[in-house]
């Protein structure tokens, strides 16, 4: 039986100065890669917090209805530890698979062209601040449990307007990625914006032939369909 999330009570949230191995604290440089659809209906850019939700994603922290909601963007990104290369072996370790597998994992087909699916990774010029969802013991004391990673999403975005509001402070949650257990998601929020760069280290579109290796490992080993 999977574990049960119950709804927040922000009532139980404590306050961080408490532990702090609650909060992640990382340096400016710090890696983080998304991927992204620069095409299609709804184009967005690299650094284009999306302020249009909440939508099914896990952590968006827009208000219900959905709608557009001007100040309560969301952007989710993965830590990259091992940069996305053309070497398939590396690659399946890399952000990149986590990226993909998390992007394309409703249908578990992985479209190289449709929307323009690009991968994007950025250093912060700023140190963020985030909760730690999956490596402190807060969404314990906060009454959670690990399910906010990995059950119903629609549960743990109550979770995330709840700590959005109680934390307005910090930058976002940090949380091991649901597809791919190791890897670390990093959910940034529109106070985040000023960490960004003015550009990017790399930009590379999905269908790019030096990303055809690492893609097709990555589908291969994951069981993905690769169109």
Aim: hydrophobic letters at 45%; proline letters at 8%.
């Amino acid at each position: 039986m999977s574990e049960h999330l119950p709804a927040p009570d922000p009532a139980r949230f404590p306050d961080l100065s408490a532990d702090a191995g609650w909060v992640r604290e990382t340096s400016a440089g710090v890696a983080l890669a998304r991927v992204f659809r620069a095409g299609g209906a709804h184009p967005a850019e690299w650094f284009e917090f999306r302020e249009f939700g909440p939508l099914d994603a896990r952590f968006d922290p827009h208000p219900e209805p959905a709608g557009a909601h001007p100040g309560c963007g969301v952007m989710y990104t993965v830590l990259e530890s091992n940069p996305a290369s053309s070497d398939p072996a590396s690659a399946i370790e890399s952000a990149f698979a986590a990226c993909l597998l998390e992007v394309f994992q409703q249908h578990r087909i992985i479209r190289r062209s449709a929307g323009a699916p690009t991968l994007a990774v950025f250093e912060t010029t700023r140190p963020l601040r985030m909760l730690d969802l999956s490596d402190s013991d807060w969404v314990a004391v906060a009454g959670g449990n690990a399910a906010i990673a990995s059950g119903d999403r629609e549960r743990s975005r109550e979770w995330a307007r709840a700590i959005r509001a109680r934390y307005p402070e910090l930058d976002g949650v940090v949380a091991a990625s649901s597809v791919v257990p190791p890897a670390r998601v990093v959910v940034l929020w529109s106070s985040a914006s000023d960490a960004l760069p003015r550009h990017p280290l790399a930009l590379l579109r999905l269908d790019r032939e030096e990303l055809t290796g690492a893609v097709d490992a990555i589908a291969e080993r994951y069981g993905y369909l690769l169109l």
